[in-house]
């Protein structure tokens, strides 16, 4: 990956901050992207405001956004090799409950960021005739759990499963490669946002009996994007999450 462009969007926190470090240190040029102005600017800086690394401000449900990611990366660096939709949002509210206000905010963020920032970088792809596209969904699209409600934002990522597929399909024959990263637990800052004090206290949700690690994921975005016979999966990384449970 190395000298090969990568775009992360959700770039200043939690997953999308441990993968913008991990591709920078191998030497990836980078081009970070979130919606919160100060945090990007803060995390960049705490990178080391690093030379094969660059970032923009904006919001990923615009479509506009995609599109001035991918001129960003063709400015600086010359190339789109990757991109890894990791922007989302997510919170549990009882189904009943739910209004059409929080469907339209999920399906604004998490699909219409995922499906339009991928429209933008896709083209570039073709011409290249190589690409790699990582969707970040959730393993609880496949494994729901009665304790959390979250119909709205399940719905939005369900549909970046599928888009996954889908994606892998229609473009294959441009060697560009789309899958999806399934994360169980992970220690975020996700937690708290959610009303989680103490994440560790869910480690029992997974066979390996501990909640995950932003680098785990990390390290799983660098091997998809350096695979090149790998498309239209999707790849739990959640110890055991979908597999079992422990009684």
């Known amino acids: 990956m190395k000298n090969k462009t990568v775009i992360i969007t959700g770039a200043s926190t939690g997953i999308g901050k441990e993968i913008a470090k991990h591709f920078i240190?191998?030497?990836?040029?980078?081009?970070?992207?979130?919606?919160?102005?100060?945090?990007?600017k803060k995390t960049y800086e705490e990178l080391g405001t690093p030379y094969n690394a660059t970032?923009?401000?904006?919001?990923?449900?615009?479509?506009?956004?995609?599109?001035?990611?991918?001129?960003?990366?063709?400015e600086k660096f010359d190339s789109i090799d990757v991109l890894i939709n990791n922007a989302g949002i997510f919170s549990p509210k009882p189904f009943l409950d739910v209004e059409e206000k929080d469907l339209e905010l999920y399906w604004n963020v998490n699909l219409k960021g995922t499906y339009f920032t991928s429209?933008?970088?896709?083209?570039?792809m073709i011409k290249q005739q190589n690409g790699s596209i990582i969707n970040i969904g959730t393993v609880l699209v496949e494994h729901a759990i009665d304790g959390f409600p979250?119909?709205?934002?399940?719905?939005?990522k369900g549909a970046?499963?599928?888009?996954?597929?889908?994606?892998?399909?229609?473009?294959?024959?441009?060697?560009?490669?789309?899958?999806?990263?399934?994360?169980?637990?992970?220690?975020?800052?996700?937690?708290?946002?959610?009303?989680?004090?103490?994440?560790?206290s869910l480690a029992g949700l997974?066979?390996?009996n501990r909640i995950g690690e932003t680098n785990e994921i990390a390290e799983a975005?660098?091997?998809l994007a350096t695979s090149n016979f790998i498309t239209g999966e999707t790849i739990n990384v959640a110890g055991g999450h979908t597999v079992g449970h422990t009684i």
């Open 25 to 40: 240190a191998k030497k990836s040029n980078v081009v970070m992207n979130s919606s919160n102005a100060d945090n990007l």
């Open 55 to 74: 970032y923009l401000v904006g919001d990923i449900s615009k479509k506009e956004t995609g599109q001035r990611l991918a001129a960003l990366a063709l």
């Open 119 to 124: 429209q933008a970088v896709i083209p570039e």
């Open 150 to 156: 979250a119909t709205a934002p399940l719905t939005s």
């Open 160 to 200: 970046i499963h599928s888009l996954t597929r889908q994606l892998a399909a229609e473009f294959g024959k441009n060697n560009i490669k789309v899958n999806t990263i399934a994360p169980g637990i992970i220690r975020s800052p996700l937690q708290g946002k959610i009303g989680i004090e103490n994440a560790d």
């Open 206 to 208: 997974h066979l390996l």
């Open 221 to 223: 975005a660098y091997y």
